[in-house]
């Protein structure tokens, strides 16, 4: 006799049996030549005796046929006789047990049963087999639940049953499923309440992710665990059991649980979790666990952060240590966001890394006159925090709380010499000389500085990298090589960690083209463009300068032209301070070059008022003088250039660098060069050149080559350009290297970007894709609509193809 098959002729109600397993059973059942032989296991509620009921109906010889349940619980002279049964060739055995326990003969009689038919495993149900369960059963619940609840349930049988039948059939208001979990998790409750109090103490722990007593975790209580239907194989933890036993455990046992384990040993989500218990013992301890987090572990220390905020820790104080952890991380703009969002409600040390953030934030944009006010809202005991705040009023002119902080000495006589407290005073000091005429000790104390900050390992806000402000200092004083090495010294070391990376790159790639290696340039600048962290406002104009500087040397005047209407706005969206003082300076030169020098002319009053409220020093007022010198020779002023000359001339006294400047000046004056003039323009060209000014010493042996009236005596002028700069005279044939063609303007990451906003994607889901926040994505996009000058989302989506390319936002 011939039965339909399980799968289509299942007795009614909803059961949930895995296909693989009623595969086995109509096979079984349709080879009536052979005794029906077999062996079912599953945990608690896998629906093993309904499976033998309708095996029993449909058995073509019940009379011979024992059907057997809870095979487990019998006793071995039982089994024994189930086992002398099997002696009879035509007698068959239907078994059925949980996986644990088994006693010897209990194994011994399935392994006899296993050489007729493979062991039917119960217990575990997919998706599937819920829909062809829930057709059988006449009812319908959308693909979408079934997937949800069998994936809360690990497709444990009982529990995905318990929850389809608390979900019902028809509409579903509720994707979450969150009165159907929490129906359920009543009944686990109660099903804990009635184990044996070693498998609920496994289960409980196993929840908890607590790594406990192993005694705890021997082998027969996680099997116990799995045969309750509580625990996966292998005592792994099941998601809705997880929840109901984090929820239904008292306070006091999580704290005892968070106290006696070590830090980061808990599991996350289990830690997150107790922010739904509003209790001030549970915030401060998960706080504590997300400030060790911090240390090495973001994401995991932010979450924590949220979970003691929802169980109510302090919100202003998570909020300033989330900031620092997006400050460390190099995310400026969300570290200055959180502060934002706080106000000035922080006290103590929190205030203190609030300021510093907020100050420091402000400096990283481009406006380090906000930076300042930042830091004179709140003149703590901090002396760092005072240092910082006299570094950022003297990149704007006011030279007074550096001073005072210099004479008064707090590093040397209050409190701990920490590294990075000596650190900053080795820099006050340093900067304080660099006001002098002469600046004596100005560079040795700020290149100490540098090295003291490399070795405290700090990765907190700076208004700016001491190893930035000593090489600008080097620059300033000539000492370009020197520059160069503190920037690789910064680089190896990590100064500052991630968020300082691009700016001491962008930093190393400015001196690179000064120095005449476009080739480390373009590297330091590929390295830059290979980050996922977004430019601030200060590193995007050092960028550009780095562009223009280059494209100036190697490139042709159409390109000159052509970068310099791309980025010549990035001067416009950053205040001019002290320490961008060399980018600008290639800004200034470059517009007088391209005939756009008004646009630069409000930069350069401001930093000579910077310069005049320090009392004009030589060593910060020399390279500006310098630069408008160019400008006045370019645009063809006369009596602004000698009057440029006059100024260097008297700085000359205190500068070997405006000596030399000088000297260059009074050739660049002649109209008429005589053979006898040659080795003295030789001299000045090269002493220039030996101070970081290369190029404008290969271009004044170029100029002056041009005015000899021996042929022969221009040629060794010419050659001695070319000794100094090999790109020094214009070629027509010139060629931009391709690191700076149209397309670096913008980085990979921003290319990257301009892709996406091409296929239409959202801020939200640019950030999925990419793995960055919404709020950093609008900052990338906002900065390409800037870059490229588009007046409207039609104007930057038509730029964007022509620059990225109409088919790369395709997928």
Sequence with gaps: MTHPGLADDAPRGLHLWPRLALSHVDEALQNEDAPLRLVVVGPAGSEKTPLLAEIRRRASDPERTLIVDDAHLLPDTEITILDAHLDDPRAGLVLACRPWP??????????????????????????????????????????????????????????????????????????????????????????????????????????????????????????????????????????????????????????????????????????????????????????????????????????????????????????????????????????????????????????????????????????????????????????????????????????????????????????????????????LRGLAASLGSPASGALDDLVRASDTYGDSDDTGPMPELPAVIAATVALNLGEIDTAANIMSDALMEEHGGPWARSRLLLWSAWIAVHRQNPDEAAARLADVDASILPLSGREVLIRDAVVLAHVRRYGTP???????????????????????????????????????????????????????????????????????????????DSHGASHVSRALSTAARDSRVAAAMTAAATEWSRTRVDEGDIERVERTASRLASLGYAWDAARLAVVLSERVRDRRAGTRLAAVARQIHPHAAPVSTAQSDASFDERGLLSAREREVARLVLSGMTYAEIGETIFISPRTAEHHIARIRRRLGATSRTDLIAKLRSIVGPDDGRE
């Design 102 to 427: 088994w006693s010897d003969a209990l194994v011994r009689l399935i392994r006899r049963l296993e050489r007729t038919r493979p062991i039917l495993a119960l217990g575990h149900v997919d998706a599937q087999d819920v829909t062809l369960a829930l057709e059988r059963a006449e009812s319908t619940i959308t693909p979408r639940c079934v997937e949800s609840l069998v994936d809360v349930a690990s497709s444990v049988t009982w529990l995905t049953k318990e929850l389809l039948t608390a979900h019902g059939t028809g509409y579903c208001p509720d994707p979450a499923h969150g009165a159907q979990l929490r129906a359920v998790g009543e009944v686990i409750s109660v099903r804990l309440d009635t184990l044996p109090p070693e498998t609920a103490t496994v289960v409980r722990q196993t929840s908890l992710g607590s790594d406990g007593d192993e005694s705890w975790f021997a082998a027969d209580a996680l099997a116990g665990g799995y045969a309750s239907g509580l625990l996966l194989r292998g005592g792994h933890a099941i998601p809705i059991v997880r929840d109901t036993v984090r929820r239904i455990t008292p306070i006091g046992e999580m704290m005892d649980l968070l106290q006696r384990t070590p830090r980061g040993s808990l599991d996350v989500d289990l830690l997150a979790s107790l922010g739904d218990r509003h209790d001030e013992r549970i915030a401060l301890a998960l706080r504590a666990h997300a400030d060790d987090a911090a240390l090495h572990d973001s994401d995991r220390a932010i979450a924590l952060y949220d979970a003691a905020v929802a169980a109510g820790a302090d919100p202003t104080a998570v909020a300033v240590r989330k900031a620092r952890l997006a400050w460390a991380r190099g995310d400026v703009d969300e570290a200055a966001a959180l502060i934002d969002g706080i106000g000035v409600d922080a006290d103590g040390r929190d205030r203190d890394d609030a300021v510093r953030i907020l100050g420091s934030a402000w400096s990283a944009r481009g406006f380090l006159r906000a930076s300042s006010v930042a830091y004179r809202t709140h003149v703590g005991d901090d002396p760092v925090l005072r240092a910082q705040g006299a570094i950022v009023a003297l990149g704007i002119g006011d030279p007074a709380p550096l001073l005072a902080a210099v004479r008064a000495d707090d590093f040397g006589t209050t409190g701990l010499p920490t590294t990075v407290r000596i650190a900053h005073a080795t820099m």
């Design 558 to 636: 159409e390109e000159l032209q052509a970068v310099w209407e791309r980025v010549r706005d990035s001067v416009r969206q950053v205040e001019p301070d002290l320490y961008i003082l060399h980018p600008l300076r290639d800004f200034i030169e470059t517009s007088a070059a391209v005939g756009d020098g008004e646009r630069v002319a409000p930069a350069i009053d401001a930093l000579r008022g910077i310069l005049a409220g320090l009392g004009d020093p030589p060593l910060w007022r020399v390279p500006l003088l310098w630069s408008r010198y160019h400008r006045a020779i370019l645009a063809g």
